[in-house]
């Protein structure tokens, strides 16, 4: 996982979130796959994902109409995923965090959360949880942004305090790491954090954003082409001209498309309506 995707993972505890892709969506939708996701692991990690959202989010009952609303046209279709690799120990804490989630039981989460982490780290497990951002998503996002309460964005960039990296610094981490990859795992690195910080720059808008991953991705490649001695020399003006991409946003601009990225990343998770149907039958 590239430095800057670490920060755009909705549930810090579960595996990688790959980077969204933009992808046609028709209008037909599945059932909202409640039964399935409790023998899925893939499945049954993606409902916690959406789960985490919307507690770190403190969802009012109101909004939680709004999601159900939305969730069938925002959700991505369901897809053919990568088997997990998990252990049955692992199933079973990931159905209880989904329990202590439903509860909104502060100190079972946070319990929960550490033994899951704890069995991640010993088990090396896997689960795909890639979530493909969808067009809708993408246009309602900024809707569903206006509509929460300052006090709302700000815990939940407070929850994500650890993991708000610098864009400039993010990049430039990013070229460090590269210098051990593989050409193959250098151009998921590469696409993957130039994609993350123009959106971060440029917000959602695929034609805007892409502009800046263009740039991006140039600045990247020219770090990447030198040795590591080379790079430490040139990290000063590497990293000025970083800084005249993202500076054009300024911060307040960075983190307003922070939140419109992830919130559009749990608008298009397709388990987002099983989530929301969850939570509504739990007073």
Known sequence: MSPMARCATLLVLVAALAVPNLGSESAARPPVQVAQAAK???LLNLEVLALQAIEQLHATPGQLQTLAKLAPETMSKSKARKPAKASDKFAK????LREALLKRDADDIQIITGEIGELQAAEKTFVDNTIDMTPAARKRAPELLKQLAPRQVALYLASFESLLVDPVEGVYAAMEEGIKQTPAEWKETRDGIAQEVAELVAGLDPAQSQKVADKVGAILDKGHKMNEPDLKKNKAELEKSVHQIVDAAGPVEILRHFMERH???????PQLAAAVDARQKRK
């Open 263 to 269: 919130l559009a990343l749990m608008l298009s998770n």
């Open 93 to 96: 804490k990931l159905g209880e």
């Open 40 to 42: 899925d692991v893939n």
